[in-house]
């Protein structure tokens, strides 16, 4: 880990695998937690992980375009993870990775993703939605006023977030909709690498998308028994973008039951382009009472 007064280059730090030299039927790569005072890895990050992992057997021109993946356990972030990557197909505008994330011998993420070489297409996407105000116009967080555990692990975080709606850390305030849109970006410039792009996006998804599910209920992140776990996690990238300029995260959640909720999202660059999108389904458990 790095200097915690730089959260990003924390981040780039635990974005930057090490080959274990390892060779059987599989690469082996091996990396570091961002600290959590949650006690439990980051899903976000086990995921960017993942897909640097999978990066690596494969020549930089081939770009992650899909992945599908489940989280399985709860990682330790004291603990340093293993990630194996099985080269399942090459083709010759397509490769196929299976990557999975262990601690203790046992696998605590599992992912399938798909890279393509660039290709042109036919081409259209979804419009950003309009009347969505700019990053600049919207408050930044005033962390001081939130519970101990949000606040460090805002203050800590390398990713600058901004929520249209009211933010759901202390309060659910405004309309019970099954929808939200928030602006993120990382806190400050990193380099033109594309796959490290890509890998931090994967890292923003998994940020807010439980929050539509949420919003849609009045629940916040402060109410007490509230469990959220992320069960799966789907991603297309269409294009590239950079996490270091603001992204528009449109949220929505077409389905709740069973304690378990649906949330989809598309990504967007400020000037309206559509780079990704992403789909979830988490655990929501709120006590009755």
Excluded at 266 to 273: L, P
């Amino acid at each position: 880990m790095t200097d915690a007064n730089d959260p990003v280059a924390s981040l780039l730090a635990v974005l930057d695998l090490r080959d274990a030299g390892a060779r059987t039927t599989e690469d082996i790569f091996t990396g570091v937690s961002q600290p959590m005072p949650t006690g439990r890895v980051y899903g976000g990050q086990v995921l960017a992980q993942t897909i640097v992992a999978a990066s690596r057997t494969l020549p930089p021109e081939r770009t992650v375009h899909s992945m599908h993946g489940y989280f399985l356990r709860p990682g330790d972030p004291t603990d340093g993870i293993t990630f194996s990557v099985d080269r399942i197909h090459d083709g010759r505008s397509f490769s196929t990775r299976r990557t999975q994330a262990f601690q203790s011998g046992v696998p605590i993420f599992s992912m399938i993703a798909s890279f393509q070489d660039d290709d042109p297409g036919l081409e259209h996407f979804e419009p950003m939605p309009a009347g969505i105000p700019a990053p600049e116009a919207i408050p930044a967080l005033e962390v001081d006023a939130l519970h101990p555990i949000s606040r460090r692990l805002l203050s800590a975080s390398p990713v600058e977030v901004r929520h249209v709606t009211s933010p759901l850390y202390s309060s659910a305030e405004g309309p019970h909709v099954p929808r939200q849109a928030v602006w993120m970006k990382l806190r400050r410039p990193i380099s033109d690498d594309r796959a490290v792009h890509r890998a931090a996006l994967a890292y923003l998804s998994d940020l807010t998308i439980q929050e539509s599910i949420m919003r849609a209920h009045g629940v916040a992140w402060n109410t007490p028994g509230l469990r959220v776990a992320s069960l799966d996690h789907a991603m297309w990238w269409h294009r590239p973008g950079r996490v270091d300029d603001w992204l528009l995260y449109v949220e929505e959640s077409p389905n709740a039951r069973g304690g378990r909720g649906l949330s989809t999202g598309r990504i967007y660059t400020r000037d309206g382009i559509l780079v990704a999108s992403v789909a979830q389904e988490v655990m929501v458990r709120v006590p009755r009472d």
